[in-house]
């Protein structure tokens, strides 16, 4: 079956340190798979996007993501967090055969501590 | 270019209550959805346009029914509301061209049944 997991409902970091967000998927072939980000009581924005073009992603607001094949794995980086990255983040996959559906994965709160 | 846009953005309805959940967006995309936001459940999609004219069941269609005014608006209505209803609603629409596929979300309508 395909599915899409993120392993960490919860993530707390101290500014300035870096952000690792984790997510696994499940296919047998090589999904489309994006980040995005939810501030409280707003809706849902785009961060990055992996299409099947470079393994390592660049999205808006520092972050990255690499997309590694052998591991099924989309981790969401950053290298030094700041206060207004703390959000709710979603991993999305379209799985293929599925009329580019959106999948969401359940998703991680960030916390940013000072 | 005000993007995905949804009306209103809350509401409180009594148990078998009725209302229309409004959605529009100015991209001139063919598709468009409808998705409840729970606790802990990620996004759930209810209803989807692939274009002016059709609709087709997502995942959680029980409860809801939609319709496709026209290319710019979707619309999703509770006939008799349930306090299972209470959720946050997003809307949603799409861009046509692969292999992007990404989606672009609105402000969402939060929605309490007692």
């Known amino acids: 079956a395909q599915s899409v997991t993120q392993l960490d409902s919860h993530v707390s970091v101290s500014e300035g340190t870096p952000v690792l967000l984790r997510c696994n998927y499940s296919?047998?072939?090589?999904?489309?798979l994006f980040w995005y980000v939810q501030h409280p009581n707003k809706g849902l924005q785009l961060l990055l996007k992996y299409t099947s073009a470079a393994t390592l992603v660049k999205g808006i607001n520092g972050f990255e993501a690499e997309f590694k094949k052998s591991e099924t794995s989309f981790h969401l980086t950053k290298p030094s967090a700041h206060m207004s990255d703390a959000a709710e983040y979603f991993c999305?996959?379209?799985?293929?055969?599925?009329?580019?559906?959106?999948?969401f994965g359940t998703g991680t709160r960030l916390q940013v501590t000072l | 270019n005000a993007g995905v846009t949804q009306t209103p953005k809350f509401q409180v309805l009594k148990t078998g209550q009725s209302m229309t959940l409004q959605c529009a967006q100015d991209m001139n995309h063919n598709s468009m959805y409808w998705y409840r936001q729970d606790p802990g459940m990620g996004l759930r999609l209810i209803y989807y346009?692939?274009?002016?004219?059709?609709?087709d069941k997502g995942e959680v269609p029980n409860g809801y029914n939609v319709s496709r005014l026209n290319k710019r608006e979707f619309s999703l209505r509770l006939e008799s509301a349930a306090p299972s209803q209470t959720s946050v609603y997003f809307c949603?629409?799409?861009?046509?061209?692969?292999?992007?596929?990404?989606?672009?979300f609105g402000p969402g309508t939060r929605l309490t049944v007692t």
């Open positions: 346009s692939a274009s002016e004219g059709t609709t």
């Open positions: 999305v996959v379209i799985f293929t055969g599925t009329a580019s559906k959106l999948t």
């Open positions: 296919s047998s072939y090589s999904p489309s």
């Open positions: 949603a629409s799409r861009h046509d061209r692969a292999p992007t596929y990404e989606q672009y």
